[in-house]
């Protein structure tokens, strides 16, 4: 998606411990137009699958998702890092980590929104070690819903998420990657893409 690769050579900062700020467009500011593309780009490519829900996690990942979810006329459900007393006494549950917040977050959704029978697409902002989406495709397996697809908006291949994930055995689209980022020579951003699998197959 060139619009988001012009996007982080602009704002794109890169912070200690391999952390990119994007906070002007993805996780702290977001862009209305952006955004919209973004969920244009990832409906085109998940329309196929025929997705009957969006699940994302609580913040960054629900501008996205939620863009996909108005394109593809589908629920967006994302799980919440605090358990709220509203929620169902059932819920799956599962543990990451915080890349920009440190520490073990839980993640919870409730068995209300989410069950046997569900076509799940998980939309997120950041693909790094995949140890969230890791995390976020227990909870799905718990509940009992298929896992068709993941996507993200920015892949930081160089942490290889993508290759720790393929024995999820779903494919994975992205937005962009970065292909390095170094204090000498800045961010590397390509468009992304389905990497190397092809375009799953339409039911
Ligand atoms: O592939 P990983 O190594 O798991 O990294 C990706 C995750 O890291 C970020 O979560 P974080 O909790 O830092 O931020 P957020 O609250 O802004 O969503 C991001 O939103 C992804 O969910
Ligand atoms: O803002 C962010 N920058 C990053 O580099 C990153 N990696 C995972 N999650 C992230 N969030």
Redesign the pocket.
């Known amino acids: 998606m060139q619009a988001l690769v012009d996007a982080i050579r602009e704002q794109g900062r890169i912070l200690p411990g391999g952390i990119l700020k994007v906070d002007g467009l993805v996780?702290h500011q977001l862009l209305p137009g952006l955004t919209r593309e973004m969920g244009e780009r990832f409906a085109a490519g998940f329309a196929p699958l025929q997705p009957s829900k969006i699940v994302t996690?609580?913040?960054?990942?629900i501008a996205p998702a939620l863009a996909t979810a108005l394109v593809l006329g589908v629920p967006l459900v994302y799980a919440r890092?605090k358990r709220p007393v509203t929620m169902h006494e059932v819920a799956y549950t599962a543990q990451?980590?915080?890349?920009?917040?440190g520490g073990v977050?839980d993640l919870f959704v409730s068995s209300e929104f989410l069950e046997a029978g569900d076509r799940v697409v998980v939309v997120?902002?950041?693909?790094?070690?995949?140890?969230?989406?890791?995390?976020l495709s227990h909870i799905i397996a718990a509940s009992g819903a298929e896992l068709l697809a993941l996507g993200?908006v920015i892949e930081?291949g160089f942490?290889d998420?993508r290759a720790k994930l393929a024995d999820l055995g779903v494919p994975i689209l992205t937005l962009a990657n970065i292909v390095r980022m170094r204090q000498e020579e800045g961010v590397v951003v390509e468009a992304g893409g389905w990497g190397r699998e092809r375009m799953p197959t339409p039911l």
């Open positions: 996780n996690i609580e913040v960054s990942g890092k990451s980590v915080s890349r920009t917040k977050v997120d902002d950041f693909l790094a070690s995949g140890g969230t989406l890791r995390a993200c930081k942490e998420g």
